[in-house]
């Protein structure tokens, strides 16, 4: 038999044991979070039918779908094309469709999973990634609070992972560019281009917009570059232009401001930047971006925005929603490139999740060791029991190797407690 | 455009809304004590080259596969065949042999996830599912304590998850099986018919064993028949055969039953029972089933056993293991069919996860209802803040549709706080 070939298909990525812990502990994190903020967990199909992802604006040239590996002997024939999930949305909008009757609305979920995108292979792209997201849909109007929530959550995330990390929460409303384009007398087939070329702007600061005017080109730049306090852009925005749907988004804007700062949000972790536009198309109200500051580089590492017709392709009916998206696996990914922000990871998510190791001086202690196990475990600690029969200081070692900060050793006479947080040691010599 | 089908690929089942708060109470809790016993989290990708799986002996026939929705169109072209991980045991094997000299030994890991199988599509069995799995794998002798370990888990988790319902946890060793087969002279290539034999034997009672003489089938029955508490059949089978196999198997037995009662499982729920023989191939010593008493129809809830070769055909190497698997989705699937076991579990993943809504009795209250939910969140609570601008009655039909157990009333002179748990009440009032 020809040798195997046991690594990765090629884009398909594994987190080493040490970084599983990080990944783990942020999962975890999120979905609390996303929890106690009222979204419950809420989880879909890996695979939906394929005409459903196309009709939903799919790149059928990156769209996975499942077959046999021997069709011709498979037990069952499959009648549809059955495509896995490129994003959360489209199967949020589709469960939406099938349950809207058994739904309340405003309808809030999270799901915290894998979605496969048919990418070039390539140094940081993935093939399949772990995305976390929130949505809120409502079944007529939604109110603007939950696009000012949108903002708090992601900061509750981003102060609980890297408390020692600033991060900046850019908004805007498409509203105000669109209004601003149509007051300018831009064709509109022409403003999915001028989104892009916005959306591009930090990226290549120097790019031409092709085909228009030198004064018009001047004039955007010289709008998506007004800078200031949220108050000042605010104030700004008021007198700049008056088509209806630029003082819309202005309107929009001001009122989310409003109401992130009844929700208490920190004002250096948000600002208003006239540059987002998220080039997606769904877009139509709010759009956010979050940088971590000193890491602009990453890119956007939590991205969303307001959306109008989630579901009308599925259900003839306008649903508004407004949701964030995490891209977990890339972002941490790259973290991790940086041994410093490795170990600093690595470390919070080990201290987040105290792990006990019970060792035993001699095998035939074993009963004890594991009755002090479950003991340990009944006052709600993770408690690893060694249980081969080894020489203590092969035990040690194994403790160290898998980096558990706190160790118990069993004697005969007496109990150890060896531990580097000092609160923790006591707290368990109390038990033992 | 004809309309399109949204419905779920056949096969591919989605819960409902109240369904889905049980599903994640469950995985939540079941990663909880996963966790606790030492056994974190650890994710591989959905798909691994098909090469691999067929040399574990994945089914061809149910095997999916990746392909592109447009191959000709596809953004990059790929080389290798991906198919569907069909149960994390096999993924487990690969992440081993990939990561080998970064595992600290014994190794353990839990993982909850979808896998996948083509199988024939029928009510109750469905072609993407969860399993929860734990293991623990040895880098060469592994003692039997972890065989002990699976079974004082399985009962943490059914205790914690249906403390109303008795359960029962039969254990047996496959050694005490092979021992008798090759002690009565059967033929080593016929075993593993014997063992589906006796697998079957539960759901068909009537079963013959062709080919073997009735001598033998009597045999065998009267063997696997014999019954009684742990102790007794422990001394049964002392006298019963000095074939060194079989003795090896009742040895091993023996000592798991010393260790569980070291752990102090309960002796109600688990027992040994000669019967269990888990007709896959890989298992090698000790093998376990979980029954719901009153539901033995649903067949074993949780399953697992010990194995030998995990790794050899990816590493050359002989690595000894032992793990259990709860095939989550089927289960909750089938409990769900009774509505008064929904009805309970639902209630429970409800109280287990108490969830406030903060109603506002005028919109203009809103920015005290949104302070008033950060301060219940900061505190640790679950909190939805209703911020659609609607009259009290239909916030009230909200909250009761959702069936949020608790909801704050915020007026402009008073808070009410309506609580079916009181105590929960009393708790909220206090910070109100």
New interface residues.
């Given amino acids: 038999?020809a040798k195997?070939?046991?690594?990765?298909?090629?884009g398909?990525?594994?987190?080493?044991?040490?970084e599983?812990?990080v990944?783990?502990h942020w999962k975890k994190t999120i979905a609390e979070i996303f929890?106690?903020?009222?979204f419950?967990?809420?989880?879909?199909?890996?695979?939906?039918?394929?005409?459903?992802f196309?009709?939903k604006g799919g790149n059928?040239?990156?769209?996975?779908?499942?077959?046999?590996?021997?069709r011709e002997?498979?037990?069952?024939q499959?009648?549809?094309?059955?495509?896995?999930r490129f994003d959360h949305t489209v199967p949020l909008a589709?469960?939406v469709?099938?349950?809207f009757n058994?739904?309340?609305?405003?309808f809030?979920r999270s799901v915290i999973g894998?979605v496969?995108r048919?990418?070039?292979?390539q140094k940081g792209r993935f093939r399949?990634f772990d995305q976390c997201d929130i949505d809120v849909i409502?079944s007529e109007?939604?109110?603007l609070?939950?696009d000012a929530?949108m903002v708090?959550i992601i900061a509750q995330i981003f102060e609980k992972l890297m408390p020692e990390q600033k991060f900046v929460i850019r908004i805007n409303n498409r509203k105000i560019l669109t209004g601003f384009f149509a007051a300018f007398n831009a064709n509109p087939a022409e403003f999915k281009k001028l989104l892009d070329f916005l959306d591009n702007l930090e990226k290549n600061p120097n790019a031409k917009l092709a085909g228009h005017p030198i004064e018009f080109q001047e004039r955007i730049l010289e709008f998506v570059e007004t800078t200031g306090t949220a108050d000042e852009i605010l104030e700004k925005l008021k007198d700049f232009s008056d088509h209806p749907e630029f003082v819309e988004g202005a309107e929009e804007l001001a009122e989310v401001v409003k109401?992130l700062r009844?929700?208490?949000v920190p004002e250096d972790q948000w600002q208003i930047d006239l540059r987002i536009a998220r080039g997606l198309d769904y877009y139509t109200g709010t759009v956010y971006e979050t940088n971590l500051v000193g890491y602009e580089g990453l890119g956007s590492v939590c991205s969303g925005g307001r959306y109008d017709d989630l579901a009308k392709?599925?259900?003839g009916k306008d649903l508004p929603g407004v949701g964030i998206s995490i891209g977990l696996t890339r972002l941490l990914w790259q973290l991790f490139q940086d041994e410093n922000i490795k170990k600093s990871l690595t470390d919070a998510a080990l201290k987040k999740?105290p792990?006990i190791?019970i060792l035993s001086r001699d095998n035939l202690l074993?009963?004890s060791s594991?009755?002090l196990g479950?003991e340990l475990?009944s006052k709600?600690?993770?408690?690893?029991?060694y249980?081969?029969?080894k020489k203590i200081q092969k035990q040690i070692d194994?403790a160290k190797?898998?980096a558990i900060p706190c160790r118990v050793i069993v004697g005969e006479n007496d109990t150890i407690v060896e531990c580097e947080d000092l609160e923790l040691k006591a707290r368990i010599e109390n038990l033992v």
């Fill in positions: 038999m195997l070939n046991t690594s990765t298909p090629s398909f990525l594994e987190f080493s044991p040490a599983q812990r990944v783990q929890e106690a903020n009222g419950p967990m809420l989880e879909t199909p890996l695979v939906e039918r394929s005409e459903n196309e009709a059928p040239k990156e769209i996975y779908v499942l077959d046999r590996l021997r002997e498979a037990v069952d499959d009648k549809d094309i059955r495509a896995v589709l469960y469709a099938r349950h058994e739904l309340a609305f405003p809030r894998p496969m048919g990418e070039r292979a399949q409502g109007k939604l109110s609070a939950n929530q708090a109401i009844a929700m208490k392709v599925f259900m999740n792990h190791i074993l009963a594991l009755q479950e475990r709600g600690f993770s408690v690893e029991v249980m081969e029969d194994f190797k898998m």
